[in-house]
């Protein structure tokens, strides 16, 4: 056994998946062999979970049982309400709300007691946690400005409902259509760190909430999911600053800072996902008549890919975009949740098909045979 070490696990592969596909090199990106440019503005994030969990598309019945199926699970439990509203007067940290919220749902689902590995169970409880946690989100984001949460409603799809239950108010055609897009883009992307810390808790046969839980931690960091309200932090500093967006990045990365939104472990050129959430960004800002955060997001990106090489991520574009939409920035990174979970669950239903306990080594580089000293003697 090679006793080499791969720091961060850098290119190393643990498993096969029919789930994403991701080319670094030429920038592409397809779920279940489908490239993410051919569906990602007409097929809707419920059809996307669709495939991601059967395998193909689903035809227009099939997408509508599935979207009623999914509607009818929106409600929360009253306990679960009493919970919001306890972790919402403390103002708790969204993430931290959302993972608390997904390890308290399990008490309440209907299949907890479930064997691990059975599909159906897994497949409904993947329901209700996908179903569940817009509502949870938010009803966390009205009860922690003083506002009484909205109830789900059955007519509206995913996306369209989630604005509709933040906002009090149905969502216009462009911003349903513009959520919906980036709940169908930040679906699924390979082993990234939160599915593998969600494959690592259930090849224990642990639980699909629990991965759920695990995942959604994980996400939460900056160097993952949470840059992209990081980016918006820094949009908004450059604004502030009266400065020219190339001088303050070029002022940030001349003080070592590493700029959110850029940089991969996987793509070597612009994340393709990027792309589109851009044309996204700067139609909102043409549409307000301010286009100050789009433009400042492309200053952004050709020093950082002039300069340093480095091209946007996933959470460069999509910052400019929530903000545009009035989202408050702390809900960024759970709305990556609300999307990534439909992943999640994808890679855990796969990884339960065919288990495998994850147990790496560590090579231990500390003292042995040293001597015990009793407490009395040190
Ligand atoms: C949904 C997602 O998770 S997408 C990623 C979201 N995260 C971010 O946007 C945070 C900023 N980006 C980063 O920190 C990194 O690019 C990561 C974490 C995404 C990838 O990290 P790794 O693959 O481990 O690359 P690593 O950290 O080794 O960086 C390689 C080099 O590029 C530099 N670099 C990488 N990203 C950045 C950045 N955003 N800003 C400045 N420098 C950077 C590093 O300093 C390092 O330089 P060095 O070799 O001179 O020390
Ligand atoms: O793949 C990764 O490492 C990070 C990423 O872009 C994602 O999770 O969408």
């Not at 509203?85 to 708790?92: G, P, R």
């Not at 850029?262 to 990027?274: E, I, K, L, S, T």
């Not at 050709?302 to 939409?325: C, H, I, R």
Request: some cysteine; charged content about 25%.
């Amino acid at each position: 056994m090679s006793d080499e070490v791969k720091r961060g696990l850098e290119g190393v592969v643990v498993s096969e998946s029919r789930l994403s596909y991701i080319d670094g090199d030429a920038g592409e990106l397809g779920y279940r062999g489908y490239a993410i440019e051919d569906f990602a503005h007409e097929a809707s994030y419920e059809e996307v979970l669709s495939l991601l969990w059967n395998g193909e598309w689903p035809t227009r019945s099939e997408r509508d049982e599935f979207a009623a199926r999914l509607a009818d699970e929106r409600e929360l439990d009253p306990a679960v309400y009493d919970l919001i509203a306890e972790l919402a007067s403390t103002d708790a940290n969204p993430m931290a709300t959302m993972r608390t919220v997904t390890s308290a749902l399990s008490a309440y689902d209907a299949d907890t007691d479930a064997s691990p590995d059975d599909r159906e169970a897994n497949l409904a409880k993947g329901c209700r946690i996908t179903a569940k946690l817009p509502t949870a989100l938010a009803a966390f984001a009205r009860l922690r400005n003083g506002d009484d949460p909205v109830e789900p409603r059955a007519d509206l799809d995913h996306a369209a409902n989630f604005l509709y239950m933040l906002n009090d108010t149905e969502p216009d055609e462009v911003a349903a259509e513009t959520f919906d897009t980036a709940l169908v883009l930040h679906a699924d992307h390979g082993l990234n760190a939160s599915t593998f810390s969600a494959l690592v808790t259930t090849s224990t046969m642990s639980d699909l909430h629990s991965g759920v839980t695990s995942a959604i931690g994980t996400l939460a960091g900056g160097l993952h999911g949470g840059a992209n309200q990081n980016v918006m932090r820094m949009l908004k500093e450059i604004d502030e600053s009266g400065k020219e967006p190339r001088e303050w990045i070029e002022d940030a990365v001349a003080g070592g800072e590493r700029i959110p939104g850029f940089g991969h472990r996987v793509y070597n050129v612009r994340d393709p996902r990027a792309g589109i959430l851009e044309t996204y960004s700067q139609r909102l800002g043409e549409t307000a008549g301010d286009p100050r955060w789009y433009d400042y997001s492309v200053a952004i990106e050709d020093y950082m890919t002039e300069e340093k090489g480095l091209a946007p991520n996933v959470d460069f574009y999509s910052a400019s975009m929530y903000y545009q939409m009035g989202i408050p920035m702390d809900l960024y990174t759970p709305i990556f949740a609300l999307s990534r979970v439909g992943g999640w669950i994808a890679h855990m239903l796969e990884q339960y098909e065919d288990n495998r306990l994850i147990r790496p080594r560590a090579r231990y580089v500390g003292e042995r045979n040293r001597e015990f000293v009793p407490l009395d003697e040190r």
